[in-house]
């Protein structure tokens, strides 16, 4: 008995390890975010200092959401026993209550954010809750009814994603662009024309005003319209982080191996890794959008909901992979959630890159192609958030099902194998212990 307490003791300090380590470094950067926006602040400019502070507020924010892993990890050393997170279905006029009440905080964001210079200082709330909200709201349609396991569980899932996992794509993806960089360097060593060429694009950014966005586009213009720059750009957005990302977000799924009860709660777990990373990513994405708060928001919910199906999806094929074997749904999963994620990415850039032609043409019409790319990109967005958000109460209805005609027998814990006990046992999810 004694070597498996004493690797339920080890996995419970490793644990208390990350959570602290993930404070810790959210709560240096935010300080460094805050050192830096005030060096750099500009008085007639401060939409610098706000996107510094924001970012900041958003570090502390997440810092605040795994300290629940902590305490509950804590709790578990002192042979605490830790509730289950029962999750009840949700019902309509709860779905409709939270959007009600999401864009209402909406619109009161964006009139703070916008009335006077510092109104994103008391805009500040809005922000957390407005980021937050559309991410509790999707969880609870796709995963209620579903069990989960423990509150530390849940709340372990979900600090893995938003910290563990963000920090590894992040990590990968540097090294995708590290690589091009060296590539690029190694074809500047050998073409002095592209080496004038890059060292012309260098100086004309270093030369531009950074909070400029307009200057700064007028600068690259001739960049952004060639066609191999846009297919790299297309390449890396709808292909490369893609896949980088959706491997790295349920990550933590494959070390529980059979210790999972089913795939439908892969699919759980999953959806907790994506609403975890979706958070990190979005408070990020939308600390620089202060003056227009309310677009910025309602573009990170969508992406949210992106995020968390995308991640859903794969965390059931892990699932299926390791408890029945079914490798062809891993790899189906799999290309599933980079297809959701990669078509998203991609209509984006189109988007984007559209908008940003009819800017540099210093016009307020748009021309064909450019209202081709803005509206293409656009409906396409549009086309896929429908599909998404009537698809994910239909696959949570699929899940629940199986939960229930799943042999209840064969449940088992999740990280560590009970010991058997004639005492009562709790065997929900990370905290499997003996009383």
């Given at each position: 008995?004694?070597?498996?307490?004493?690797?339920?003791?080890r996995?419970d300090?490793?644990?208390?390890?990350?959570?602290?380590?993930?404070?810790?470094?959210?709560?240096?950067?935010?300080?460094?975010?805050v050192?830096?926006?005030?060096?750099?602040?500009?008085?007639?400019?401060?939409?610098?200092?706000?996107?510094?502070?924001m970012?900041?507020?958003?570090?502390?924010?997440?810092?605040?959401?795994?300290?629940?892993?902590?305490?509950?990890?804590?709790r578990?050393?002192?042979?605490?026993?830790?509730?289950?997170?029962?999750i009840?279905?949700?019902?309509?006029?709860?779905?409709l209550?939270?959007?009600?009440?999401?864009?209402?905080?909406?619109?009161?964001g964006?009139?703070?954010?916008?009335?006077?210079?510092?109104?994103?200082i008391?805009a500040a709330?809005?922000?957390?809750?407005?980021?937050?909200?559309p991410?509790?709201?999707?969880?609870?349609v796709?995963?209620?009814g579903?069990?989960v396991?423990?509150?530390?569980?849940?709340w372990?899932?979900?600090?893995?994603g938003?910290?563990?996992?963000?920090?590894?794509?992040?990590?990968?993806e540097?090294?995708?662009?590290?690589?091009?960089?060296?590539?690029?360097?190694?074809?500047?060593?050998s073409?002095?024309?592209?080496r004038?060429f890059?060292?012309?694009i260098?100086?004309?950014?270093?030369?531009?005003?950074?909070?400029?966005?307009?200057?700064?586009?007028?600068?690259?213009?001739?960049?952004?319209?060639?066609?191999l720059?846009?297919l790299?750009?297309?390449?890396?957005?709808s292909?490369?982080?893609?896949a980088?990302?959706?491997?790295?977000?349920?990550?933590?799924i494959?070390?529980?191996?059979?210790?999972?009860?089913?795939?439908?709660?892969?699919?759980?777990?999953?959806?907790?890794?994506?609403?975890?990373?979706?958070?990190?990513?979005?408070l990020?994405?939308?600390?620089?959008?202060?003056?227009?708060?309310?677009?910025?928001?309602?573009?990170?919910?969508?992406?949210?909901?992106?995020?968390?199906?995308?991640?859903?999806?794969?965390?059931?094929?892990i699932?299926?992979?390791?408890?029945?074997?079914?490798?062809?749904?891993?790899?189906?999963?799999?290309?599933?959630?980079?297809?959701?994620?990669?078509?998203?990415?991609?209509?984006?850039?189109?988007?984007?890159?559209?908008?940003?032609?009819?800017?540099?043409?210093?016009?307020?019409?748009?021309?064909?192609?450019?209202?081709?790319?803005?509206?293409?990109?656009?409906?396409?967005?549009?086309?896929?958030?429908?599909?998404?958000?009537?698809?994910?109460?239909?696959?949570?209805?699929?899940m629940?099902?199986?939960?229930?005609?799943?042999?209840?027998?064969?449940?088992?814990?999740?990280i560590?194998?009970?010991?058997l006990?004639?005492?009562?046992?709790?065997?929900?999810?990370?905290?499997s212990?003996?009383?």
């Amino acid at each position: 008995m004694q070597p498996s307490l004493n690797l339920n003791h080890r996995r419970d300090y490793l644990l208390i390890l990350f959570s602290c380590l993930g404070m810790l470094g959210l709560l240096i950067r935010g300080t460094y975010l805050v050192i830096n926006g005030i060096d750099y602040f500009n008085p007639s400019n401060t939409s610098s200092l706000a996107s510094s502070v924001m970012d900041a507020l958003a570090m502390l924010f997440c810092a605040g959401l795994i300290l629940p892993m902590l305490v509950y990890t804590l709790r578990r050393l002192k042979g605490k026993a830790i509730p289950q997170a029962g999750i009840r279905p949700v019902k309509f006029w709860q779905v409709l209550v939270f959007v009600v009440v999401w864009v209402i905080i909406l619109i009161i964001g964006t009139v703070l954010a916008s009335s006077f210079a510092y109104g994103w200082i008391a805009a500040a709330p809005f922000f957390l809750i407005g980021i937050s909200l559309p991410i509790l709201c999707i969880l609870w349609v796709g995963v209620s009814g579903i069990p989960v396991g423990s509150r530390r569980r849940l709340w372990t899932v979900f600090g893995f994603g938003m910290v563990g996992s963000t920090v590894a794509a992040v990590l990968m993806e540097y090294l995708v662009i590290g690589v091009a960089i060296l590539a690029i360097g190694a074809l500047e060593a050998s073409n002095p024309a592209l080496r004038t060429f890059v060292d012309q694009i260098r100086s004309q950014v270093a030369n531009a005003n950074p909070g400029d966005v307009e200057n700064l586009v007028t600068v690259l213009d001739p960049y952004l319209t060639n066609p191999l720059i846009i297919l790299s750009i297309l390449v890396f957005a709808s292909l490369l982080a893609p896949a980088i990302e959706e491997a790295a977000k349920p990550a933590v799924i494959w070390f529980m191996g059979k210790r999972l009860r089913s795939p439908a709660e892969g699919f759980v777990l999953g959806a907790l890794c994506g609403a975890g990373f979706a958070m990190l990513e979005g408070l990020m994405a939308a600390s620089g959008a202060t003056q227009l708060l309310g677009f910025g928001l309602a573009g990170r919910a969508a992406a949210s909901l992106m995020h968390i199906i995308s991640s859903g999806i794969f965390g059931w094929g892990i699932a299926s992979a390791r408890l029945e074997k079914r490798y062809g749904r891993l790899v189906l999963s799999y290309l599933t959630s980079i297809s959701i994620h990669g078509l998203w990415n991609g209509a984006a850039v189109v988007a984007v890159y559209g908008s940003l032609r009819g800017i540099t043409q210093n016009t307020l019409q748009l021309d064909l192609p450019n209202a081709l790319f803005l509206v293409g990109g656009v409906g396409i967005l549009f086309l896929e958030l429908v599909v998404m958000l009537a698809a994910f109460p239909l696959i949570n209805r699929i899940m629940r099902k199986s939960t229930q005609t799943a042999d209840q027998s064969s449940m088992k814990s999740d990280i560590i194998a009970p010991i058997l006990s004639s005492n009562a046992r709790e065997t929900n999810g990370l905290d499997s212990k003996s009383n």
